[in-house]
């Protein structure tokens, strides 16, 4: 999710990086700016899909559990 507080940190960048060249290339930086926003998407859906993945992998994991757990009891019995 894009927050206010996300475009804030990537403006004040592209600021900084506008007063930094002596150029003042203007399209260059809002490409940079742009592009860099959008990055803010993709790491939003890699964290949505580390979440998936996490419930997967402990859903494995309490399966195995409750495997084990079985043939302990079925050895005691």
């Known amino acids: 999710m894009l927050s206010r507080r996300h475009l804030r940190i990537k403006v004040l960048q592209s600021l900084y990086a506008y007063f ?14 742009l592009s860099s926003i959008e990055s803010i998407y993709d790491l939003y859906i890699y964290l949505l899909s580390a979440i998936l993945e996490t419930r997967d992998f402990a859903e494995n994991r309490l399966e195995d559990a409750r495997q084990k757990f079985l043939a302990l009891l079925k050895m005691l019995s």
């Not at 930094?20 to 700016?33: A, C, F, H, M, R």
């Open 20 to 33: 930094q060249t002596s150029d003042g290339q203007v399209n260059l930086i809002e490409k940079g700016l």
